[in-house]
Every structure is written in structure tokens, then in C-alpha cells.
């Protein structure tokens, strides 16, 4: 979204847009963005120091979205129930310690209170039957209200990073439910250390350009200077993932570099050569992707919400949805064999090469399933079959219409729904999902 300023406001150069980004220490809404009432859809108000709305907000009848992340709220204004097309409300880094009862919108679809002070959520949460991705992580709560439980359309849940002393049963039969983060609270245990790994300094690697960044920290490329023992190839250039300190939407960085390590090794885990570390970061030395591997998915929008989309190029035969769908099921087996809950199974984290092979990254939203009882892990794996299943069906959703009709594409569609249950167990867990793989295969 382009950025507005405050005198385009004033004098009438924003009349008629849809969309208004304005971030200019603003410490109250000016009140001539009523003007654009018939028009506006999209306002953001990001990077404030604004503490309240005005009391008639709701005149913006056309608003659809509000961001008011990085501003000095402390409670959450309940203006906001009376917008009447209000559907995706954004509050994160503010000082909230309060949300009242009721002052959500009955259609809210997409709430996002990361990093705020909230030590418990209002039982009319549970009124939200429209509630599809709940970001949470970052909080104080203790516990969340049973009325959560209600909230059949929630899709993604984060709560991590959080005060919780036991684990939110609620929300393990909700029948949408399939991304779902909760390290980083007081009832988890921490993963295992991968002793293993050799442990290397900063001042061991000589750090390049940028590959990538993300909210948990920064991948640049990178050569030896000291190679540890028993590399294979200690001239071959790596990637360097450099943490960061702060919460992120998904919880805390540690809790994403510990879950990598406890992954281990695995043919579709991009491989991991080292722990890095100073006395003020952490890092992991990884192995330098190919440049032929390729993100297989675009994330979510305004307008999907909760699902992938796909650039408009992309296509896969009947026979590549296979191999990929199949590879996935092979990781999450090894992932599952580890008490690890990946927690954000989308085809925007896999990396795609021309033959179908497979590399699953982001662990910032995974968890350890190692303090749950049989039957909790047991319904946080069939949590995650249904991301499976959600996944499965998007990539056959771009194989050419002409191939849809084949025994395959019939077989693969069989699969995804009954991942996708809406009686959590009556989905068939990891194992049997390999096992129906191998007979496809086979035939």
C-alpha cells in the first residue's frame, strides 16, 4: 500500500480512494478521513502514538480492514463492533491490556493482537462464527475463555509465546482448525538439544550478501573461515540464518532455532551444518539451496485469508502433485517420530525443484508435542493432517483442468477430504497417509 501524507488528507488529494496508509506521530484520527466515508476500504495507521478512536469511527460504513499495529493502545476500542464491514482488525505492538466483551466485530474473520500485554480474552470471543486466523503470541494470557470453543470457523490459531499453564483443550475439536503455534508457554517443555551439531562461532564464517529475511531473522550467504570437523564439502559456500531477539507473530526466535535443530537431518529438511553463536546473537549455518529450488506457493491475502495462492504461471502435472504431496508426508512422519509440530504447513514454506523434490522451511510456528498426553497429541496431529489436506488441495487446484479428470487427480481429491474432516477423528494420521502414498505409487 502507498504511503499518504497527512497534508493530502487535509486538502482533499486522498477523496475517492479505496486504500489510505498515513504514519506521522499522529496522536488522534484527523477527522477528515470521514471525508472519504463512501470510499474507503483499507486504512492503516500504523506507527502512531494514537490511544483511542473517535467515538463515531463507525461512519467509515465501507470499512474492511484497519491496521493500527506499532501505536499506544491500551484498551481495545470498542468503536469497532459498530463497523458494520469491519473484517480484519491489526493491533499488534501496542499496550493493550484490555479488550472488553462485545467490542469485536460480530464479522471479524482476521484479528491480530501479537505483542500486546492481554492477560485473558472476553468470553464473547466466542461469538466470532466468522473468526478464521486468531495471531496471539506475545501476550500474557493465562488461559483462554471455554467460549473459544465455538469459533467453528477458526482456521489458524498463534498463542505462543504466552503465560499458559496448560494446554488449551478447547480448541483441539474445532473442525477447521490446521495452523496452529503454542511454544513458548509455561506447560511446554523445551525440545532436546541436537548434540550432534557442532557448535561454531560468528567469527568462524565470513557473511555475504542477503538471501532473505523474514519476521525471526536474516539469511545471508556465507563462507568458512574455520570449518568445523567432518564436513563433507567445508569449501562449499553455506547460508547463515542470524536470529533475531524479538517476538514475532509466530513466537519467540529460540523457540523456532530450537525446533530446527531438534528436526535433524532429513532428505527434505534443508540441511543444517552448525549452530552459530556470539555474545549477542544466534545463528545456524545452513546448507546453500540450489539455485533450481523455487517457492512453491505465494502466502495467503486480504481475500484468502488462510489459503496459498499461486502465481499465475505456475503448473504441475497429476504425476508432480504426487511426488511433491507424497515427499511432504515423508517429512512430517520424521517430524512427527520427533513429538514436532510443524504448525504452518503451506506451500508458500516448501521450496520446488523441475522434478518434484521437495525442502520444508520456517520453523517459526512449530511446537513440541513432547508434554501432551496420547490423546492431545494424538488431535494436534490430526490438527496438522488437516493442513495437509489443505495444502494437497491447493496444488491441485493449478494441474491443467484437462488433467482433472484422471484416476490420480480422483485418488489425490479422495485424500485431501478426508484430511480435511470436520470430525478430527476420523482423519487418518501420518502413517496411514504414507501407506496410502506408497499404494498410489505402486499402482
Known sequence: MNKHSLDDLKNGRLLGLREIKISEGLTEVPREIFGLSETLEILDLSGNTLTALPDDFARLTH??????????????????????NLTM???????????????????????????????QLPDSLGDLAQLQKLMLAGNQLRSLPPSI?????????????????????ALLGLPKLAWF???????????????????????DISRGGILGAGASGIITRG?????????????????????????????????????????????????????????TQTGLALG????????????????????????????????????????????????????????DLYAHNILVDAGGDILLGDFGAASNYAALCPAQ???????????????????LSVVPREDR?????????????????????QRPDFAKIQQHFLALLVT
Not at 89 to 117: C, M, V, Y
Not at 405 to 425: F, T, W
Open 288 to 343: 546453500l539451496i540450489d539455485d533450481g529450488f523455487t517457492n512453491l506457493g505465494q502466502p495467503p491475502n486480504f481475500d484468502t485469508c488462510t489459503r496459498d495462492v499461486f502465481l499465475e504461471e505456475t503448473v504441475f502435472s497429476p504425476e508432480q502433485v504426487l511426488k511433491m504431496a507424497q515427499n511432504l508426508s515423508r517429512i512430517l512422519v520424521h517430524l512427527r517420530d520427533r513429538n514436532i509440530c510443524h504448525g
Open 63 to 84: 470499512l474492511k480492514i484497519l491496521f493500527l499495529s506499532n501505536n499506544d493502545f491500551t484498551v481495545f476500542p470498542k468503536v469497532l463492533s459498530q463497523c458494520p
Open 149 to 169: 470453543a465455538q469459533c467453528h470457523a477458526l482456521e489458524l490459531i498463534r498463542i505462543s509465546a504466552n503465560q499458559l499453564t496448560a494446554f488449551p483443550d
Open 405 to 425: 479428470a484422471v484416476d490420480l487427480i480422483s485418488a489425490l481429491k479422495d485424500l485431501y477430504r478426508e484430511c480435511q474432516q470436520s470430525n478430527v477423528n
Open 181 to 203: 503455534a503454542f511454544s513458548g508457554n509455561p506447560f511446554c517443555v523445551p525440545f532436546p538439544d541436537n548434540k550432534a551439531l557442532p557448535i561454531v562461532s560468528f567469527d
Open 377 to 395: 497429541a494424538q488431535a494436534l496431529e490430526a490438527i496438522e493432517v488437516r493442513a495437509f489436506g489443505c495444502f494437497l488441495e491447493d496444488i
Open 89 to 119: 482488525i491489526g493491533f499488534k505492538a501496542n499496550k493493550l491490556s484490555e479488550l472488553p466483551e462485545h467490542a469485536l466485530p460480530q464479522q471479524t474473520r482476521w484479528l491480530i493482537l501479537t505483542d500486546n500485554q492481554l492477560t
Open 223 to 279: 563462507d568458512w573461515i574455520n570449518a568445523p570437523q567432518g564436513l563433507d564439502n567445508p569449501q562449499a559456500p553455506i547460508a547463515v540464518k542470524t536470529f533475531k531477539g524479538a517476538v514475532t507473530s509466530d513466537g519467540y526466535p529460540q523457540d523456532e532455532l530450537a525446533a530446527s535443530l531438534a528436526a535433524g537431518a532429513h532428505d527434505g529438511l534443508i540441511p543444517i551444518l552448525a549452530k552459530v553463536t556470539s555474545h
